[in-house]
């Protein structure tokens, strides 16, 4: 079967379809993976046949710190280029498998009459028990119901996006859409990509779904004198070990919080590793005894076992590699589905609970991380989640998944 997979985002929305194009290609199908050009570099590394969207400015929105409404923004920005580059590109293939941030995905489908396949990484479809993991408060809440939720956020989703999916539609000869947010998930497979450990489902959805589990990402190439170092610094005492990493994240807000997870380290003497990842977190901190700044991309899978407790941004990669590996995790939520992560985190008692980047000190951040690196319960709850996700075998369920639907 010739399958087309779509994505877009930062490095938690592209690393997961990395290893789905390959297992899906290792099962015989003939399989194309469109993505954003920064992530060009992957595709070849893993010899994934490829093509390159036409708009790209991920990094330009992540600088300005967005929230809900500038990602929709964003979305909207792209909805043009997404029906001029998939229509043509769709005619050529049986099945689309899409990630839900590609809105007009559901239209481009029903237009080519191609079976669809909406993929998330957080529970993405309207719920009567599960607010919107979109928003910054994602805890049930005894006056507002999740339906009600939805219902607003459906509301700015339509009042970004609708107008441009219709003008589409209406260029294909196709019916006008009243409300995206429904309109999606009813036109779809609704495939997620998140485990069932970690993250909630509503039994009572209305919609096609399936529940696979997350698709790690273990085949990124990396540099294996790099990560020599790395484990050895991990090992060279018994001192605990705090990995600080925001993600695709970008901003000085992360360089003040990393100066201050340096500052904890060095009063208790443990060791401090810091992701630097595209923003170069730790640019400003010195110190070869008790600092490893890891700039160059290393699989968690090699190192995150090693180390005595995470602190990061609440990305869902990110959150699912920390709980696979076993450890305790602080979430410091930014935007969209992190706040939801930093939620599932504290209910599950993976860590103390989420910290305001806005509003952390030293005086209020000392604490939580003394206890995060402390807190038996944390590591005994950690423990028992990780040994879940590592027997759901999420790919391989994904992969299963596609091909009883084709």
């Not at 994602?138 to 509301?155: A, G, Q």
């Not at 599950?348 to 000392?366: D, F, R, S, Y």
């Not at 939580?368 to 690196?373: A, E, P, R, T, W």
């Amino acid at each position: 079967m010739k399958i087309l997979l779509v994505t877009r985002g930062s490095q938690g929305d592209i690393y997961p379809y990395l290893p789905l194009a390959k297992a899906l290609e290792a099962r015989g199908h003939e399989i194309m993976l469109h993505i954003p050009q920064i992530f060009e570099k992957f595709a070849l590394e893993l010899s994934i046949p490829y093509t390159l969207q036409g708009h790209d400015d991920i990094i330009a929105m992540l600088e300005n710190s967005p929230n809900t409404k500038d990602l929709l923004e964003w979305m909207r920005r792209v909805i043009d280029q997404q029906f001029m580059e998939l229509v043509p590109l769709l005619e050529k293939y049986d099945v689309l498998v899409a990630s839900n941030t590609e809105f007009a995905a559901p239209s481009i489908a029903e237009y080519l009459k191609k079976l669809y396949i909406r993929t998330a990484y957080a529970p993405l479809m309207p719920s009567r028990i599960i607010p919107p993991p979109v928003f910054p408060f994602p805890k049930p809440n005894p006056v507002i119901r999740p339906v009600l939720l939805w219902k607003s956020l459906n509301t700015g989703l339509n009042m970004v996006v609708r107008s441009t999916l219709n003008k589409n539609r209406k260029r294909l000869g196709m019916s006008l859409i009243r409300d995206q947010g429904q309109h999606a998930p009813f036109n779809a497979f609704n495939l997620n990509l998140y485990s069932p450990a970690l993250g909630e489902t509503d039994p009572g959805w209305p919609y096609k779904w399936a529940q696979a589990g997350y698709c790690f990402n273990d085949l990124l190439p990396y540099d294996a004198a790099v990560c020599e170092k790395l484990i050895a610094f991990i090992k060279k005492d018994e001192r605990p070990v705090l990995f600080f990493t925001m993600g695709s994240m970008i901003g000085d807000v992360r360089e003040r919080i990393c100066v201050l997870l340096y500052e904890i380290c060095e009063k208790h003497d443990w060791k401090f590793i810091v992701g630097s990842g595209w923003s170069g977190l730790g640019k400003s901190l010195h110190d070869e005894e008790r600092l490893f700044i890891l700039n160059q991309v290393i699989p968690h899978k090699l190192f995150l076992p090693l180390c005595s407790a995470i602190i990061h941004h609440g990305g869902a990669g990110t959150t699912h590699s920390a709980a696979r590996a076993g450890i305790p995790q602080l979430v410091v939520p930014m935007i969209i589905d992190q706040f939801y992560w930093a939620y599932r985190t504290g209910v599950l008692g993976l860590g103390p609970g989420a910290v305001k980047i806005k509003n952390v000190t030293k005086k209020t951040l000392e604490p939580k991380i003394f206890d995060l690196i402390t807190n038996s319960n944390y590591k005994k709850n950690a423990k028992l989640l990780g040994e879940k996700i590592r027997g759901e075998n999420g790919l391989e369920k994904a992969v299963d998944c596609i091909e009883s639907l084709i």
